[in-house]
T-cell receptor
Framework: AQKVTQAQTEISVVEKEDVTLDCVYE???????LFWYKQPPSGELVFLIR??????QNEISGRYSWNFQKSTSSFNFTITASQVVDSAVYFC???????????FGTGTSLTVIP | DAGVTQSPTHLIKTRGQQVTLRCSPK?????VSWYQQALGQGPQFIFQ???????QRGNFPDRFSGHQFPNYSSELNVNALLLGDSALYLC?????????????FGPGTRLTVL
């Protein structure tokens, strides 16, 4: 069975601090895909990144970086020098090789305090 | 390039009623998925439509049904509404021609059942 765990329910940081959001997944598939989405108060899920199970390279995009480790089944997300606009709920998601169904974690609510 | 659109934005119904939610996919996308997001939870997969047929279904009762039209737009119907159906309903679209394409989400329809 597919499962995504985001153990951090809520995180608060002061602006300009770095913050890491944890994501642990479970799957028996050898081919799978991992995603991060951001959900601001407006409700719309905004796509941030997709990573397939065969690519363990870490990725950096501006202030965002992702650390994928198959050995620990983790796909963590770090925001460097956080800003107030980063305040949102962040979801980690997993899809199998077909990509037809996404399995979401329960989300981490990030508050960046000015 | 229009993104995923959903209507209505908000809806209030009473128990036992029926509701229809609508979704137009992102330009160039042919696949539509529906998710239910209860307050404080991650989105839960309801079903996915491709080529006007339900391709995959999550763990939801038959009260939840859908339809996809030739222009790829989709409807989600919920019959015999229960209080527990109150949630944000998210539509996501993707391109089946791109294997395991990323799902892009609309702003959602907030359904309240009284």
């Amino acid at each position: 069975a597919q499962k995504v765990t985001q153990a951090q329910t809520e995180i608060s940081v002061v602006e300009k601090e770095d913050v890491t959001l944890d994501c642990v997944y479970e799957t028996r598939d050898t081919t799978y895909y991992l995603f991060w989405y951001k959900q601001p108060p407006s409700g719309e899920l905004v796509f941030l990144i997709r990573r397939n199970s065969f690519d363990e390279q870490n990725e950096i995009s501006g202030r965002y970086s992702w650390n994928f480790q198959k050995s620990t089944s983790s796909f963590n997300f770090t925001i460097t020098a956080s800003q107030v606009v980063d305040s949102a709920v962040y979801f980690c998601a997993l899809s199998d090789g077909t990509g037809n169904q996404f399995y979401f974690g329960t989300g981490t609510s990030l508050t960046v305090i000015p | 390039d229009a993104g995923v659109t959903q209507s209505p934005t908000h809806l209030i119904k009473t128990r036992g009623q029926q509701v229809t939610l609508r979704c137009s996919p992102k330009s160039g996308h042919d696949t539509v998925s529906w998710y239910q997001q209860a307050l404080g939870q991650g989105p839960q997969f309801i079903f996915q439509y491709y080529e006007e047929e339900e391709r995959q279904r999550g763990n939801f009762p038959d009260r939840f049904s859908g339809h996809q039209f030739p222009n790829y737009s989709s409807e989600l119907n919920v019959n015999a509404l229960l209080l527990g159906d109150s949630a944000l309903y998210l539509c996501a679209s993707s391109n089946d021609r791109e294997y395991t394409d990323t799902q892009y989400f609309g702003p959602g329809t907030r359904l309240t059942v009284l």
